[in-house]
């Protein structure tokens, strides 16, 4: 079973990138879908999660420039990031959890996997 982060890049300040959680040896429509970030130099923060019904919670920082969401047909699920600023700059990883919680310190005990990351740098 493993989750694959996918979509980071480089990008100017004011644009866009989608970033997706493919999943493979289970079923992550059981589970679900939370984003965290580290930045460098910064400690571990909640950006959004997507439950199993839909229902979706953002961090502060992101609500109205990110959207979450998931395609079960799939087996992924999706981060919008829209507006990126600088501060935005981080390695952004998945998880699939048992709840959703964009608590950097709870999701561990919700943990059921987590995938790499991948790296999003966002130039002023």
């Known amino acids: 079973s493993q989750l694959v982060e996918s979509g980071g890049g480089l990008v100017q300040s004011g644009e866009s990138l989608r970033l997706s959680c493919t999943a493979s040896?289970?079923?992550?429509?059981?589970?679900?879908i939370g984003w965290f970030r580290q930045g460098p130099g910064k400690e571990r923060e909640g950006v959004s999660c997507?439950?199993?019904?839909?229902?979706?919670v953002y961090a502060d920082s992101v609500k109205g420039r990110f959207t979450t969401g998931r395609d079960n047909a799939k087996n992924t699920g999706y981060l919008q990031m829209s507006s990126l600023k600088p501060e935005d700059t981080a390695n952004y990883f998945c998880?699939?959890?048992?709840?959703?919680?964009?608590?950097?310190?709870?999701?561990?005990?919700?943990?059921?996997?987590r995938g790499q990351g991948t790296t999003v740098t966002v130039s002023s």
């Open positions: 998880t699939a959890l048992r709840g959703c919680t964009i608590d950097p310190g709870d999701f561990q005990r919700r943990l059921e996997i």
């Open positions: 040896g289970f079923t992550l429509g059981h589970y679900a």
């Open positions: 997507v439950s199993t019904s839909e229902s979706t």
